[in-house]
């Protein structure tokens, strides 16, 4: 798609030579039909190379020609060809991400040629000023809309861009990763939102609970999450059952013992304790008034 034909980068100084020297680029093609051999691309070094003035005269070279003029197509595939450097450049933001570089880069070249389209040189921009946002734009959509499996809040995703970017100089500048509070002492912002930054940063993709998790020993996910116990609710209530029986007299605590621990019926506790049933039961009826009517546990 981005391919130059004839020598790539030296076929867009040829159109630049062209363009300045005021030869037309149709001419240059009615003598192919003609059957003439085109003269060998002249060697140019590219290092030297002004890509922003080839960039200019190709674009003026592109106001020229007209709407349906076959030769628009070589000389917007001059200004992709030249330009591709801004989008290695932008796509280097992102590379920590998940995604292959080669396709970031794709997505960039297409936000190069929606800029290359829309671009009006009339207007005194420099191109590369004008192209680098709507290239990061179109990453940055690429990443939210295909990327993403999990919902992030905007902010955030844009924040992640500059965190990223900090990340970078810091670790440049220190030979080390940076902590937190340098980062945010860097962006001047507070550092709950670069830990939300952070964390909302390297939500790209979901795992499986059954995955196996190779650090573990092959353990899934599933198997190393904890559970509710359904006893841990009554850990306090044995607690306090057992710091008020200690303070009952020893026979009302044996009562309580043998009715709710042991399982037997007031009929039974008469037999074992060599009581009435009523007995038994008046004192049960007292017990519980006691223990509802004490305040040593809030105590």
């Known amino acids: 798609m981005t391919g130059l034909p004839d020598g790539g980068l030296g076929q867009a100084v040829r159109l630049t030579e062209l363009a300045r020297g005021g030869l037309s680029v149709q001419a240059m093609g009615s003598a192919k039909d003609e059957g003439d051999a085109p003269a060998p691309p002249t060697p140019v070094d590219q290092s030297r190379v002004d890509v922003r003035t080839l960039t200019r005269v190709l674009f003026e070279r592109l106001a020229e020609l007209p709407a349906d003029a076959p030769e628009r197509d070589r000389v917007r595939a ?6 591709l450097p801004l989008v290695r450049y932008a796509a280097a933001r992102f590379r920590g991400r998940s995604e292959p570089m080669e ?13 290359i389209d829309r671009f009006d040189s009339t207007r005194g921009v420099q191109f590369p000023t004008y192209a680098l946002p709507t290239i990061l734009g179109e990453i940055k959509r690429y990443f939210r809309d295909n990327v993403r499996t999990m919902h992030v809040p905007r902010r955030l995703q844009e924040l992640w861009v500059q965190v990223s970017a900090a990340m970078e100089d810091l670790t440049v500048a220190h030979g080390r990763m940076p902590k937190v509070p340098e980062i945010a002492a860097n962006l001047r912002i507070p550092e709950e939102d670069v830990r939300a930054c952070l964390d909302a940063g390297r939500a790209y993709n979901a795992t499986s609970l059954e995955a196996a998790q190779e650090h573990d020993g092959g353990l899934a996910l599933l198997d190393r999450l904890g559970y509710e116990d359904a006893t841990l609710t009554h850990v306090e209530h044995r607690d306090m059952v057992r710091h008020l029986l200690v303070q009952l007299p020893e026979r009302e605590r044996q009562i309580v013992m043998l ?29 519980f008034t006691r223990l509802r009517n004490s305040n040593s546990w809030e105590v």
């Not at 396709?103 to 800029?115: E, F, K, R, S």
């Not at 709710?260 to 007292?286: D, K, P, W, Y």
């Open 78 to 83: 001059a200004l992709i060809e030249v330009n």
């Open 103 to 115: 396709d970031v880069i794709q997505v960039g070249t297409i936000g190069l040629i929606n800029a």
């Open 259 to 287: 009715r709710f621990f042991g399982n037997l019926t007031q009929s039974q506790i008469s037999t074992e304790l060599g009581m009435s049933q009523m007995h038994v039961s008046r004192l049960l009826a007292r017990i």
